[in-house]
Each structure stands twice: as C-alpha cells, then as structure tokens.
C-alpha cells in the first residue's frame, strides 16, 4: 500500500483513466502552478475501473479550472480538500462552453485571422461530445 501525504488544501483528482495523468498534468497546466505540490499516482488498483490514476495537487480551491478539466476528461472525479478533509466531491460533465483549450482549424475562421480573439467552442451535441466553433461553427469532436 502506498501512502502520499495529506493536503490542506486543494484537490484530488480521482478516477483517472489509468495511464492518462500525465498528459492530464500538462493539458490542466498544473506544471505552471507556483509554490503548489503535485503527487501524480500512476496505475493503482481500483475496484471500479481495474487501474486507475490519481493526480493531487496542493493549491488553493479555485485555482483549477474545472471547465477545462471537464472537457479532458468528464468522468473523473474532484475531492475538494480544505484542512485536510474532503468538503465537496464533484462530479464533472462537459461545460456548455469552452475558452481557449482547443483551436479552431477552419482557415477561414476569424481566428486564423485576428489571433488575439478567444478560442470559444460551445457544446451543440452532448450526446456525441460536439462542440461547435462560436464564430465559425467548425465543428470540433471529442474521441
């Protein structure tokens, strides 16, 4: 059994697809957080998911973008700890819409051309994870 420490405060992140933390620390950015630990907890048992991993990050609630983490992964869940108890467990669905985690790829996109502009994709199909490029309606699909 392996034992990382406790937080005070901040978040665990739980039920990350098993192999997947990683990529998950970049794309969240938490490589960018200051004075913030980060325990990354790779392949371990899980009764629900086989294998399963785990990200826990020491830094103040609100400082994690829930929306993007969302729309990496919406089935992960979120232990938000504060003196080192979990007060709230959320559970994450994809956000309605999104500002700057994707790019629009239609060259003709006013984005392409007015670059400062914010990447905003609304979710049209939630169903099939589909979102939709505000300007453009370019079409962007999750797999």
């Known amino acids: 059994m392996i034992n990382v420490g406790a ?13 997947k933390a990683l990529s998950l620390y970049h794309d969240m950015k938490l490589d960018q957080l200051k004075d913030s630990a980060v325990a990354i907890i790779t392949n371990v048992q899980s009764k629900a998911m086989g294998r399963k991993d785990i990200l826990k990050v020491e830094c103040p609630v609100g400082t994690i973008n829930l929306d993007v983490l969302g729309f990496l992964d919406h089935n992960i869940t979120v232990n938000v700890i504060k003196d080192e108890q979990i007060v709230e467990k959320k559970k994450l669905s994809l956000p309605k819409e999104i500002h700057n985690v994707i790019t629009c790829k239609n060259p003709r996109c006013i984005t392409s ?24 309606e370019e079409k962007y699909r999750k797999n």
Do not use: M, P, S, W
């Open 113 to 136: 051309i007015e670059q400062e502009l914010e990447q905003i994709f609304i979710l049209t199909d939630e169903e099939n994870a589909v979102y939709r490029c505000k300007y453009c």
């Open 7 to 19: 937080i005070k405060e901040g978040y665990v992140l739980d039920h990350i697809k098993a192999g």
